[in-house]
């Protein structure tokens, strides 16, 4: 089938995987390739003339996202019970960036090439938390800094508000659920939130904002334990005591536009909590 492919066909193609997040050429977890050969190469018959070229070796099974991506000989709840601890020992913002760097259960951080932390002013009247880095945050080490990231400073910037404003009160400070970004921009599995959870929460308590706005399902299903930002959208929620309004992720504007609107009529929303009325 694929020799029939035409260039426009394959360009096709290409796009729709790009659009889909299949940005790089990476897999799940590392291959090491010498090991699957050395594999072959002793699987092969004795009797078999080394003067034969060596077959290819058999093509590692594609893996789904892991379902237990804990190291070895450890429980979900051990890497739970670690994060707990680590962040509860952080005093300030510094020491719980730290402390996330140095933990270890979570998978994803192999293949990343940054911790992505923070942006924006601690102190913050509002904070955002977002889902994961995308290809540019990873790249840059900070939170929402790609086309979503720009569609955001936009969308804020419309009520006044900027991640670099000295002003708490209109000022942004935002975060994700998870500092290191999935493969292929693949969702969050549950065990990766589990085990990053605790860190949101203390990240949440040291940078004390009088508001969360919950950009994406990812971020409801994290910090609510539900889906369906449609219904969820505009309306307040509470999130570790505080008072929390989900939005539409910018990402999910840029492909529905049409749901800017919505965003706007929330937007609105937070500015009046805001300003007290
Ligand atoms: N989407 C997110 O949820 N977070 C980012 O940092 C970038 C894109």
């Not at 940054?114 to 889902?131: H, S, T």
């Not at 009088?210 to 950009?215: A, Q, S, Y």
């Not at 449609?230 to 539409?248: D, I």
Request: hydrophobic share 45%.
């Amino acid at each position: 089938m694929l020799e029939s492919l035409d260039h426009e066909t394959a360009l096709a193609l290409l796009e729709w995987q790009i659009e889909l997040g299949a940005t790089e050429a990476i897999g799940e977890g590392p291959v090491d390739r010498f090991a699957e050969s050395a594999a072959a190469r002793a699987a092969r018959p004795a009797t078999l003339s080394p003067a034969v070229p060596e077959a290819p070796p058999a093509r590692a099974p594609r893996q789904s996202r892991p379902a237990t991506p804990q190291r070895d000989g450890e429980s979900a709840g051990d890497a739970v019970a670690e994060a707990r601890a680590l962040a509860a020992a952080a005093p300030d913002l510094a020491a719980l960036r730290e402390a996330m760097a140095g933990y270890g259960h979570c998978e994803l951080k192999k293949g990343a090439r940054n911790l992505v932390f923070a942006d924006g002013q601690p102190g913050a009247r509002v904070m955002i938390v977002g889902e994961a880095p995308g290809r540019e945050e990873d790249q840059r080490g900070l939170p929402f800094v790609g086309r979503a990231g720009r569609l955001l400073d936009l969308m804020f910037g419309a009520i006044g508000m900027s991640r670099a404003a000295p002003d708490p009160a209109k000022a942004l400070y935002i975060t994700n659920i998870l500092p290191w970004r999935p493969p292929q921009n693949r969702d969050p599995s549950p065990e990766e939130i589990a085990m990053m959870l605790p860190f949101v929460e203390r990240h949440v308590a040291l940078a004390d904002p009088d508001f969360l706005v919950l950009m994406g399902n990812i971020s409801c299903q994290a910090l609510l334990g539900r889906k369906g930002i449609t219904r969820l959208r505009g309306n307040w929620q509470t999130v570790f005591g505080r008072p929390a309004l989900p939005m539409f992720h910018p990402a999910f504007l840029l492909r529905n536009p049409v749901c800017k609107r919505e965003s706007w009529s929330d937007l609105l929303l937070l500015q009046s909590r805001l300003e007290g009325r």
